[in-house]
């Protein structure tokens, strides 16, 4: 107590309130530098002069969810195939190259974007940075190496039906989006990925790497002449294959938000029921949601944290700690370009699994019902913001955010401006998002489990707390 109250003291002797204490010096942060290379491709940079390596990324603005119809999984193949060689070396001797100067090499592909990231010793980026290019830009693509990556995206398709967590949110999304693009598996499907062959690569690739598609954003200990060396390489003035969002070439009708489409053919609108020969039931309980431009946005992604997020959310506690229900439940929610979702997943014995559902709509109906206090609201903004402030203390997180932030909503957002949409989140908004989104009466409930569970009598139970 005397130590609190010393600090309570020197605090106020500073004339500083504690609310704002370690936000003030983020208001002024210095955007990313800048610069569109010839050829239409922005490279970000963020200098850092704590940082000891360097990482840079390299960023498509199109993923899976643009693919064209009939080649779902295209753009996480070319993901797998770039790193099986180039022009002038086998995919041997990439690898050895990057192991002899100690950089870490990974690459991922999401619905929004596909990435291939590096981090590296200074001393050594301008050699990785340079086969990092040569990787990507001048691929061999050897038939022999095609079929023999089609085997391994395969086994990847299949270690990932064997993943409940990861089965089960494919159904529940291609469920819930329909006919929207953003309902395909990333990885795409077997008889789809067995089709891909050499020169329908490289026509995808063209597409895909083309300037106007590309974002280099680097981070860290960068020093004199690295921005200048990255520009060269990834000023491509002679590419001019057009790419971008508008890469889709089939129209799709999008859902309104927080409605599901009751149109589906035998199928119970607000549940699905797959078996699977394991112990646990996992499930997924949610609603369409928003796009990450809708002006709900902010309010969306602090209810998700109210209701499921921390230890101290409303189902965290009422599951978990107060009934026993599961050992892991949280809430989540998926923004994308037109459309989204929000979601409680986790995993429960089977004979739990009703009373669980119970639970999570009661306390849905009690927030809709029953608000809450302003006090909930301020820790959860609390919480946010830290989360916000945390993940910029990394070179990685930096790089990410940059090139995120150029993709997404094609300029800087400072974490004073974040903060400042947290802070004017009202209880009101937060209701209203929870009636609109979390409706308890229209929710989707996907379950994977060791029998196939038959639905209720009334899918949607009156329940109230």
């Not at 704002?20 to 800048?34: A, G, K, Q, S, V």
């Not at 929870?434 to 196939?452: H, Q, R, T």
Request: net charge negative; aromatic share 8%; with cysteine.
């Amino acid at each position: 107590m005397v130590v609190e109250a010393a600090v309570a003291a020197a605090v106020r002797a500073a004339g500083v309130r504690p609310s704002r204490m370690n936000l003030d010096p983020y208001r002024n942060e210095t955007p990313p530098r800048r610069e569109v290379l010839p050829g239409g491709a922005v490279l970000l940079s963020v200098p850092m002069r704590t940082a000891h390596a360097v990482t840079l990324g390299v960023w498509l603005r199109t993923g899976s969810q643009d693919e064209p119809s009939g080649l779902d999984g295209v753009s996480h193949f070319l993901e797998h195939i770039l790193f099986k060689g180039t022009m002038k070396r086998s995919a041997l001797e990439v690898a050895e190259t990057f192991d002899r100067m100690g950089a870490a090499v990974d690459a991922f592909t999401t619905k929004d974007m596909v990435a291939f990231t590096i981090k590296v010793l200074p001393e050594f980026f301008v050699e990785a940075v340079s086969l990092l290019g040569e990787m990507l830009f001048e691929p061999e693509l050897d038939p022999k190496l095609v079929i023999l990556e089609q085997d391994v995206v395969c086994e990847e398709i299949q270690e990932a039906l064997d993943t409940p967590e990861d089965r089960l949110h494919d159904a529940f999304a291609g469920r819930l989006y329909g006919s929207n693009a953003r309902g395909r598996p990333i990885l795409g499907r077997p008889g789809v990925v067995r089709t891909f062959n050499p020169d329908l690569l490289r026509q995808q690739h063209r597409r895909l790497f083309a300037p106007a598609n590309l974002v280099v954003s680097m981070a860290g200990n960068i020093m004199d002449g690295f921005h200048e060396v990255v520009a060269e390489i990834f000023a491509r003035p002679d590419m001019t294959e057009p790419a971008g969002p508008g890469f889709v070439e089939d129209e799709t009708t999008t859902p309104a938000a927080a409605f599901i489409d009751l149109a589906l053919d035998e199928a119970d609108p607000f549940r699905l029921d797959m078996a699977s020969p394991i112990i646990q039931t996992y499930f997924e309980i949610g609603n369409l949601g928003i796009p990450f431009h809708h002006e709900d946005r902010v309010p969306v992604f602090l209810l998700t944290n109210i209701l499921g997020g921390g230890m101290s959310s409303r189902i965290f506690q009422a599951v978990r700690e107060r009934e026993g229900l599961a050992y892991t439940v949280y809430n989540y929610s998926d923004m994308g370009r037109d459309i989204g979702l929000v979601s409680c997943a986790g995993s429960c014995s089977p004979d739990k699994l009703e009373r669980l559902e119970d639970v999570i709509r009661m306390e849905y109906y009690r927030l809709i019902s029953e608000s809450m206090m302003v006090a909930e609201l301020d820790s959860n903004r609390a919480q946010i913001k830290s989360q916000v402030i945390f993940s910029l203390e990394g070179m990685v997180n930096q790089m990410y955010r940059a090139a995120r932030n150029e993709i997404l909503y094609g300029r800087f957002l400072p974490v004073s401006e974040l903060v400042d949409l947290v802070d004017v989140v009202s209880v009101d908004d937060i209701v209203r998002c929870a009636k609109s989104y979390f409706n308890p009466d229209s929710l989707l409930v996907a379950v994977l489990g060791p029998e196939s569970f038959s639905p209720r009598s009334d899918p949607r139970p009156s329940v109230t707390p």
